[in-house]
């Protein structure tokens, strides 16, 4: 029941790699042109990253000025708050309280 190495399995062979080499675009070059060459050159330039100048890219001026901002509205006066008024109570209290029912609404079971 231990753990046993099985040999109906072959070992896994090594692959071959070969590291692949890096280019890089991005690197400043110090390169004397000939006249003749400088047409390739430009022709390299086209196919980098560029902002895009044409006319349908560009933004267009408004044609007429925004209005100008517009005072706020006052806010409404508030209602002035109604006098606090005082009511009479009667002497005896007991008398403005309702006296419940002795019996409870529901029946408490024991047992």
Known sequence: MGL???EEFRPVTPIRTVPRTRSFDHAMEVVVVNPDET?????DEDQ????????E???KSPLV????????????RKMSPTPKRFFEVP?????IFIALDNKPSKKIRTG
């Open 4 to 6: 046993g190495i099985v």
């Open 39 to 43: 047409k390739e050159l430009l022709e």
């Open 48 to 55: 980098e990253c560029h902002t895009p100048k044409s006319s």
């Open 57 to 59: 890219h560009t933004l």
């Open 65 to 76: 000025c925004p209005p100008a901002p517009k005072k706020p509205r006052m806010a409404r």
């Open 91 to 95: 002497h005896d209290l007991a008398s």
